[in-house]
């Protein structure tokens, strides 16, 4: 037996005006990714979205002219819901200053408490790899990427530097990302008591970031 997935919706505000344009679209969003996220997308038509959402599939269409509009604006909302989703202008001091810790652990601490203010959205990623849904190239392509780009070029010019070891920049980003996201796997589907690591979200970006550190710094080799 499937998962009763129960959304709270209405098609009025509390003082009983229908909703604005815009605010229907959110909340067609944030029922969209609610549902993908417990059923995948395969599991969810368009038709169980407008009926979770209170609305027609009209209306959904009205908003979204079809599954792939809908896809891209969940991530352009993910992305102006937080700094969490814009590596570029979280570090960007850090990366001026050429502050080691602070970039990566920055990065680190943003992404940990993006995982643990939205697991719906982690879960929604990992469902649209599973199924080799588009979804997950187009946040590879947004988000993944420009981390890789970031970190890569930052870490190639602190190893111009003499400040960091030779070897493959997306190697350091590879482990570095690893670290973050195992860790928040284990705390939003796997460990969720946290009974084999029990930190907060700052200790954790801290520690993380001295492992990598301590093993790609010039000064500890």
Known sequence: MSKQIT????????????MAAEDRRLQILQVAVSLFSHRGFVGTTTKEIAQAAGVSEAMVFRHFANKEELYSAILDHKACSGDAMNPEAMVAEALQEKDDRAVFERLALGALEHHECDPEFQRLLLH????????????????????????????????????MV?????????????MIIHHSLNNNLWDPKRRLLKISNQEAAKQFSDILLNGISSKAA
């Open 166 to 178: 030779a070897m493959d920049p997306a190697i350091v980003v590879r482990a570095f990302i690893g």
């Open 7 to 18: 959304i709270k919706t209405g098609a009025t505000t509390p003082n009983g005006s229908r």
């Open 128 to 163: 649209a790899a599973l199924e080799g849904h588009e979804l997950a190239q187009m946040f590879f392509e947004k988000f993944v990427r420009r981390v890789y780009e970031l970190l890569g070029d930052y870490v190639t010019e602190r190893q111009r530097d003499g400040a």
